[in-house]
């Protein structure tokens, strides 16, 4: 697994596998950085980018594709984001992809967090975030489920990036000595993943 410079992460024990999609040269698609990433291609892919935006940091205003795409481009004014048009229009791929970079820098965990509604664990379905808002806070997306069609028994991937900037990865499991990734739904009143833990009920869903 690499770092957005090229270089190995410090450890390479946390994964089980690498998604294929690139992370950028710059210290930017960090922990929720990549939540969005993956939210936003999924839209884009639907075509569904009138729904692409995600809360700024500072004022809790969204910054809409729709508004990018349009030429328009946010600056600092104060303490929000000002809009303003200043380039031509490109609602393409590589627009979009440049629009990131502009949301990786003004959104992040405290401003996501906020963003998403709570949601109980039992109801936990892929898409899902556990979440921790701060400075630094952390996130992991709940890449799948899993359903045991003779117990009933469900339990669920994780995926996320960190800090410094890395490729997306799938968590390994800390509590199965085996290596498997998958977590049991009854993991009980803390999520332990490989390097954060989150509370039970900071898991958020989309709105």
């Known amino acids: 697994?690499?770092?957005?410079?090229?270089?190995?992460?410090?450890?390479?024990?946390?994964?089980?596998?690498?998604?294929d999609i690139d992370v950028g040269t710059r210290?930017?698609?960090?922990?929720?950085?990549?939540a969005m990433r993956l939210?936003?291609?999924?839209l884009?892919?639907?075509?569904r980018?009138?729904?692409i935006a995600f809360n700024d940091t500072?004022?809790?205003?969204?910054?809409?594709?729709?508004r990018w795409a349009a030429g328009e481009r946010p600056r600092m004014s104060g303490h929000t984001l000002a809009w303003s048009r200043s380039a031509a229009p490109d609602a393409g791929y590589a627009s979009f992809r440049r629009y990131m970079d502009v949301v990786f820098t003004w959104a992040g965990t405290y401003s996501l967090e906020r963003e998403l509604a709570p949601?109980?664990?039992?109801?936990?379905?892929?898409?899902?975030?556990?979440?921790?808002?701060g400075f630094p806070g952390h996130a992991v997306l709940v890449a799948d489920v899993a359903e045991s069609?003779?117990?009933?028994e469900r339990r669920f991937l994780l995926l996320q990036s960190f800090m410094p900037a890395q490729e997306m990865h799938v968590l390994k499991n800390p509590a199965n000595p085996d290596g498997s990734p998958w977590y049991a739904l009854d993991f009980g009143d803390r999520l332990v993943t490989p390097e954060w833990v989150f509370p039970r009920e900071s898991l958020r869903t989309w709105r």
């Open 1 to 19: 697994m690499l770092l957005h410079t090229g270089a190995p992460k410090a450890r390479q024990d946390v994964h089980v596998a690498v998604v």
């Open 27 to 34: 210290d930017l698609q960090q922990c929720a950085d990549a």
């Open 39 to 42: 939210r936003a291609e999924w």
């Open 44 to 47: 884009f892919a639907a075509r």
């Open 49 to 51: 980018t009138s729904d």
């Open 58 to 66: 500072g004022a809790a205003k969204p910054i809409a594709f729709a």
């Open 119 to 133: 949601k109980p664990v039992a109801q936990l379905a892929a898409g899902d975030l556990f979440i921790k808002g």
């Open 149 to 152: 069609q003779t117990t009933g």
